[in-house]
Structures are given as structure tokens and as C-alpha cells.
């Protein structure tokens, strides 16, 4: 193949031409939106995250009814926990007082062909800012943590989610949330696991939403989230997390990661999520100063990018946005 006989320029002379032969489309239909809802009805803005609010739940469902009529499929519900209701073993957790299982019940009277996927974990709720409790040494403990979340899951299931999103990063927690659900009886409770989720400093934003920043108070993750100079542990932590009963798996961050997306795309053979996490959501809000044609357009571009690495479905920030462009 060479010039001149080759001219790659021919088919890009023309918008119909570059259309015919468009290899990734992006559908409203393949975005997941993360929300922060809080127990309030009346919505606070986040700092550190542009155009984003913690939700009430009526205006949650306000916003979510309009997208779900445009495309988009599911939501992704991370609660915004008042600190009185913290404490080191994250209880609250379980609690049936918990804001959010009767915010998901609501969600799902309101909205049942909205898919619901409520994140497994411990961080909004611990006083450390930890994903699960902690050990003497203050490590995170494994094992006690897996018994934890699997009641979690239980409880998030029973009050109306359809996916149970562990993204705690713990050892083995896929097998004991599995066996749990399956000796309950609850065997079409969809598990996506976070399996390949890296030590990111592009979590920030997300930490300062839900509050978890200033408990963590600059103390890292990096003893159970994944270290990102590495690939073969993606592919360990993602058969594992397959094996033990995962339904779909996950990558995390997205766009620094793409190569782990599309490997694991050619080696898993389960859908495989992205998450485009909050400091790239910001990173390309900062950039685009403003310019609504230009958020669109970064986020088109990042996002198609993702989806072509391999990607089945993917978290964005910027999903309320995105749907109405791409149903426009
Ligand atoms: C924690 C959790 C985090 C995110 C989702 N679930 C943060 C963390 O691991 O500290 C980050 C998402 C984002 O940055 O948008 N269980």
C-alpha cells in the first residue's frame, strides 16, 4: 500500500463518507451515570466537581426520568453520609435507617426499567476514610471486611438495586458477596466487580464529594488498590473476580488506563466497564473553561476513545450531558 495509489484522504473528504465507514458509535444507551445523593431535598454543589450537585432524591428522580426517556440505561448511587452517622466500623452501613435503601426503593418504584447499581463498600460511612475496618496495625482487614460487604450487598439488593458494584479492592470479597446471595436465594442479583481498580490520584474530587478526604487525611489506599506500573495483576485480579462470580468486571480510572480496557477486552469474556472517575471528569471540565461545545466535544472524543479500547458500557460524570447530545 503506497502513495500516491493510496490517498487515505478520499474517504475523509466528505462527511458522509467518513460516516459509512465509522468503526465506534457511541450511544446514550452505553453511558452510566454516577450520582451523589444525600439525605436533603434540596441540592448542594461539590467544589471540586464542576456542574455537579449532591442530589435529593426527588431531584435525582426528576433528572434521571428525563435521561431515562432519552437512552440512558442505568444510574450509579453513591451515598453522601452526615459525619454524626460515621464511625470506625462504618455501621451505618447496615443500618435499616440508612438513607439510601429507602432512596433506591423510591428510585425503583418510581423508575423500575432504570437499571440501579449501588456501590459495595465502606468508605462513606468509616471515620477513616477506609474502604473496610481496620486492622490493629490499621491496615485494612480483609476477611472481617468481605463478611461486612456481603451484607451490604444483601441489604442493597433487598432494597430494590440491580447490581452489587464492590469497590473495595479486598481480597476474595466476590466469592463471599457470590455465596452469600446464592444461599439467600437471591440468584439474579447482578455482580460488577471493580477488579482492576488502580491507586489514583485522579479520585480526589470523588473524595471530597462524599467527604471521605478530609477522613482519610492524605492516608493512601495503596495496601489494597491496585499499583498502576503494573498489567499482569489486572489480568489476575479480573480471573479471579470472574471465577469467584462476577458478572461484569471493571477498570478504573479510564483514560490513563485505556491499554488495561483493551487488553483485558481481548483476554476476559465478560463485559468489561470503565469508569471514567471524577479528576478526569474535572480535568476536562478546567479545560474546557466554560465552552459548552467544547465539553461536548471532549468528552465525545474521551469517551468514544474508551468505548473503542473495548469498553461495553461506561461511568461518566458528564452522562447528563452526553445523553442529551448523543439523542439529539
Ligand atoms: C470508593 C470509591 C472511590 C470511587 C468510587 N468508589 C474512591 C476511592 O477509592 O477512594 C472513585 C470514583 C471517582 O473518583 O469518580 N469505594
Not at 54 to 67: N, P, S
Not at 100 to 117: D, E, M, N, R, Y
Not at 147 to 165: P, S, W, Y
Request: glycine fraction near 6%; charged fraction near 20%.
Amino acid at each position: 500500500m503506497i502513495f500516491p495509489d493510496v490517498r487515505m484522504r478520499r474517504t475523509r473528504a466528505h462527511a458522509w463518507s467518513r460516516s459509512l465507514v465509522r468503526e465506534t458509535v457511541l450511544l446514550a444507551e452505553d453511558l452510566i451515570w454516577p450520582v451523589f445523593i444525600h439525605q436533603h431535598a434540596s441540592s448542594s454543589s461539590i467544589i471540586a466537581m464542576d456542574q455537579v450537585c449532591r442530589l435529593g432524591v426527588d431531584q435525582l428522580l426528576k433528572q434521571a426520568e428525563r435521561l431515562h426517556r432519552k437512552g440512558l440505561q442505568a444510574i450509579a448511587v453513591f451515598p453522601v453520609i452526615e459525619p454524626e452517622h460515621k464511625d470506625d466500623m462504618g455501621s451505618y452501613a447496615l443500618d435499616d435507617s440508612n438513607f439510601l435503601f429507602s432512596a433506591i426503593s423510591k428510585i425503583k418504584q418510581h423508575l423500575p426499567t432504570l437499571g440501579v447499581i449501588a456501590d459495595v463498600a465502606l468508605d462513606p460511612y468509616t471515620t477513616h476514610g477506609h474502604d473496610g475496618v481496620l486492622a490493629a496495625d490499621g491496615s485494612v482487614d480483609n476477611d472481617r471486611t468481605c463478611q461486612i460487604l456481603a451484607k451490604q450487598a444483601v441489604k442493597l439488593l433487598q432494597a430494590g438495586a440491580d447490581v452489587v458494584a464492590p469497590s473495595d479492592m479486598q481480597d476474595g470479597r466476590v466469592r463471599v458477596i457470590r455465596e452469600h446471595l446464592e444461599s439467600l436465594s437471591m440468584h439474579y442479583g447482578l455482580i460488577l466487580s471493580y477488579s482492576a481498580k488502580y491507586a489514583s490520584a485522579f479520585y480526589g474530587p470523588f473524595r471530597q464529594a462524599v467527604g471521605s478526604a478530609g477522613s482519610l487525611a492524605g492516608k493512601s489506599k495503596d495496601h489494597y488498590q491496585m499499583d498502576f506500573h503494573n498489567i499482569k495483576e489486572a489480568y489476575i485480579e479480573t480471573q479471579m473476580d470472574v471465577s469467584e462470580g462476577a458478572d461484569w468486571v471493571m477498570v478504573k480510572p479510564a483514560m490513563a488506563y485505556m491499554d488495561i480496557i483493551c487488553r483485558l477486552s481481548a483476554s476476559i469474556n465478560v463485559p468489561i466497564m470503565a469508569y471514567q472517575v471524577s479528576g478526569e471528569y474535572q480535568m476536562l471540565m478546567k479545560l474546557a473553561d466554560g465552552n459548552e461545545d467544547q465539553v461536548r466535544a471532549l468528552f465525545y472524543e474521551t469517551l468514544v476513545g474508551i468505548k473503542r479500547s473495548g469498553a461495553s458500557a461506561i461511568f461518566t460524570y458528564a452522562a447528563p450531558v452526553m445523553v442529551d447530545f448523543l439523542s439529539s
